[in-house]
């Protein structure tokens, strides 16, 4: 199955995903991408080709990518990457 382009409505089923069922994600990467180390809360606003909008504890930032997405499946690749590349939390 051919991955959907980055339109609008892919981008809120993303961010719909994201915040339903990886909310511990979207606090990891406002905490590590974002550099707000305090995050209390944070929300996934939208994922675009260059960037994802995120809104932490009513701030929104954006987050860079290292390279400018090509549809929903690089998006799924390159946050799933961006997860496995924090350092893992020491006990």
């Known amino acids: 199955m051919p991955a959907d382009p980055l339109t609008d409505t892919v981008s809120a089923r993303i961010c719909r995903h994201m915040n339903d069922d990886h909310a511990e994600a979207v606090i990891a990467y406002a905490r590590h991408y ?3 180390e305090t995050a209390e809360s944070a929300r996934m606003v939208a994922v675009r080709p260059e960037a994802m909008e995120l809104e932490v504890d009513g ?4 987050i860079a990518f290292d390279h400018t997405l ?4 690089d998006a799924h690749q390159t946050l799933v990457g961006m997860l496995r590349s924090m350092p893992k939390p020491t006990p």
């Open 59 to 62: 701030a929104t930032i954006q």
């Open 34 to 36: 974002g550099g707000v």
């Open 70 to 73: 090509s549809d929903s499946e």
